[in-house]
């Protein structure tokens, strides 16, 4: 018994390796090389966020509101081994104290960057889907607004290294769109 499985051994052994390497396309026969592992090189556009900033901003609820204004501190890591890049938020909105959470990462299968969010004002995770253009780091998604869908879509722009900008659009019906949130990052 010992000798089968010491045999079984020696193959997998011998095999196991090169499967990674190689993989049959399915119905065609044909062989090709498997995506890589490990960070994309899209996370590259991103890693200039990495440190401690101060953030500026101002929000309102609707299009017709007075702009309040708020502060807070961001945190940007690259996490699991450089595949994403993390956001820890806390300020203070509409007097009150504010945490959240985002992740950032781009989806070599879709092309997309997808991002993450979560706080704890709203208790949820919002999902959004986007492109990095021109200098633009453009998400869009659905929320919930009191039970209603809502439409956001946030943008990081004017990127350098020492200040980048920020700001949340929002729409009821996908096509008329208001800046409901707006602000600048400055590198600490």
Not at 156 to 172: C, F, L, R, V
Request: aromatic share 12%; proline share 3%; charged share 20%.
């Amino acid at each position: 018994m010992k000798s089968v499985f010491n045999i079984i051994m020696i193959v997998l052994a011998a095999t196991v390796p090169a499967l990674p390497v190689l993989a049959q396309h399915e119905g065609h026969g044909e062989t090709q090389e498997m995506h890589a592992f490990g960070p994309p090189a899209e996370m590259k556009q991103v890693a200039g966020f990495v440190g401690s900033w101060k953030y500026q901003g101002e929000m309102r609820m609707d299009p017709n509101a007075e702009w309040t204004k708020h502060d807070a501190a961001a945190v940007f890591t690259l996490v699991c081994g450089g595949a994403a890049l993390q956001m820890d938020f806390t300020g203070n909105m509409m007097g009150m104290e504010m945490k959240g959470l985002s992740l950032t990462g781009f989806d070599r299968e879709t092309g997309k960057w997808q991002g993450i969010w979560t706080d704890n004002f709203a208790g949820r995770m919002s999902y959004y889907e986007g492109d990095f253009m021109d200098g633009r780091l453009v998400h869009s998604g659905k929320d919930l607004m009191q039970g209603m869908t809502m439409f956001t879509r946030t943008t990081y722009y004017d990127i350098t290294d020492k200040t980048m900008n920020w700001m949340m659009e929002n729409s009821m019906d996908g096509q008329t769109w208001f800046v409901s949130m707006r602000g600048t990052y400055t590198r600490q």
